[in-house]
């Protein structure tokens, strides 16, 4: 569908050589887009890369320090030079810190806001000049569910910081919307990558609590966020500008209190395997 179709457009995608990065970046080659990726793994952008120009698009991959709006501005820089246009940007780098409220030291604090919120920002920044002066473009910022509801786990710093980043979100909609230029936020719940996996790995118990707070039953996958980025990328998504959209399983729609389905059936099936051993 015509709609749908991005040739000729330029994305920037941040946090590009793995995760949501990396599968925001093929979506988007996949529906006409040329690419400028940026992550610190400048291996694994390169490798993204290859897999964009696979799919016959431009693509350019660039080590850039997301926290660092010296750096962002040199990287749009390179961006004017290579594409001279930008029209979507996928804001999705950054990095947290686990510690619990009392023992979170003031500059672990500075630094994730430097890096999620500061960071954020120039990026928005940098790209909205751009857009603002051709008169259209869109920015999808990744926040997390943690902007609306506490997660508790040590995430003091990292819900901070996302919660800044939806109310930057619906600011910079506010101003810039009539003028061409939309600013959406996706907020996901725990999606597989190797940080998390890993800490899966350590506490056996992890993923089963995150799953008791998600009504589809399963974990999010990269992948989920392909159509949701082409979609906003796209001209489907016009007058959509402002909205922070779950990518959850359901997890936000459901009380604190409230028992999945696929929970539920499982309490089904051990009662009725109960019942049979008596």
Not at 182 to 199: E, F, I, M, Y
């Amino acid at each position: 569908m015509n709609l749908f179709d991005l040739s000729g457009r330029v994305a920037v995608v941040s946090g590009a050589a793995q995760g949501l990065g990396q599968a925001t970046a093929l979506a988007l080659a996949d529906a006409g887009s040329d690419l400028m990726l940026v992550d610190r793994n400048l291996d694994g952008a390169n490798a993204t890369a290859e897999d964009v120009r696979r799919m016959g698009r431009k693509a350019i991959a660039v080590n850039c320090n997301v926290s660092d709006p010296m750096a962002i501005a040199e990287l749009f820089r390179q961006v004017d030079a290579e594409f001279g246009r930008v029209d979507f940007l996928g804001n999705i780098a950054g990095d947290g810190h686990l510690a619990r409220p009392e023992d979170l030291t003031i500059e672990d604090l500075h630094r994730v806001l430097q890096n999620l919120v500061v960071g954020r920002f120039s990026m928005c920044q940098e790209a909205g000049r751009r857009m603002l002066a051709q008169g259209r473009g869109s920015i999808m910022n990744i926040g997390s569910l943690a902007s609306s509801t506490a997660l508790g786990r040590g995430h003091i710093a990292y819900s901070m910081a996302m919660g800044a980043v939806i109310q930057m979100t619906r600011e910079l909609s506010t101003e810039w919307s009539y003028r061409g230029v939309r600013v959406n936020a996706v907020t996901p719940a725990q999606v597989t990558n190797p940080s998390l996996t890993a800490r899966m790995e350590q506490d056996p118990t992890l993923e089963g609590r995150f799953l008791k707070g998600i009504p589809a039953g399963r974990l999010g996958q990269p992948k989920d966020i392909m159509g949701l980025a082409v979609l906003l990328a796209s001209d489907a998504s016009e007058w959509i500008t402002g909205a922070i959209i779950p990518m959850d399983g359901g997890n936000l729609a459901m009380n604190a209190g409230g028992t999945p389905g696929h929970q539920q059936a499982t309490v089904q099936t051990f009662r009725a395997e109960s019942e049979r051993n008596k």
